[in-house]
């Protein structure tokens, strides 16, 4: 309980241990979860991914200060909401790791192995997504139903690793360069 590092981050550590201990048995490997073939088409869809959300926290911003609603009484005491010290470790943690652990062991792992049906299988990923992570807003539930969407169409878990990156850096920036997005974007988280 006093251990804060250990709270935020237990579901990444649970999926590492879950990953690792599958690997060394044998039990699963690359082509399982996503990675049989590399295509540059996929890479360059994940690319593309990858640079959508960050392009669009910037104009997102640049739209409401041109629009003059950075003046709205809705927008005042933006600025304090910035947070002014993110440590490498949670840059680490949350920019690359979670990300990527997490679309390794849910959207590869998870619906890749364990679920066969593709009706329920892309939505069933959103849930599965917002409850290992603990955070059941729409954001989660989005970033898993797409996940599960791009790797069921592109035959690769590259394209949703790499989009749930640029929705970590995002999210990232908003936090810490664009706070005043918070406003608008809450209902996410």
């Known amino acids: 309980k006093n251990q804060n590092f250990l709270y935020k981050y237990w579901s990444l550590f649970f999926c590492i241990a879950t990953l690792t201990i599958l690997f060394s048995t044998g039990r699963l490997h690359l082509p399982k979860i996503g990675f049989s073939t590399f295509q540059w088409r996929q890479i360059n ?3 593309f991914l990858l640079l959508l959300p960050l392009t669009s926290v910037v104009f997102l ?6 629009t003059g609603m950075a003046d ?3 927008f005042f005491g933006a600025e304090l909401r910035k ?16 990300p990527i652990i997490s679309q390794l062991f849910i959207t ?3 619906l890749n192995g364990l679920v ?13 997504y917002s409850t290992i992570n603990l955070n059941f807003g729409i954001g989660f539930l989005a970033l898993g139903t797409i996940s599960a969407g791009l790797v069921r169409f592109t035959g690769s878990l590259m394209p949703a690793i790499l ?4 929705c970590a850096f995002a999210k990232i920036l908003i936090l810490t360069t664009y706070p005043r997005l918070t406003t608008i974007l809450v209902f996410l988280n």
């Open 116 to 128: 066969k049906n593709n009706k329920v299988a892309i939505p069933a990923n959103g849930v599965l």
């Open 61 to 66: 911003d640049i739209i409401i200060v041109k």
């Open 45 to 47: 869809l994940g690319v």
């Open 163 to 166: 989009f749930s990156l640029g």
């Open 83 to 98: 947070l002014e010290g993110i440590s490498n470790i949670d840059l680490l943690f949350e920019g690359f790791l979670s």
């Open 72 to 74: 709205n009484n809705l």
């Open 108 to 110: 590869g792992y998870v």
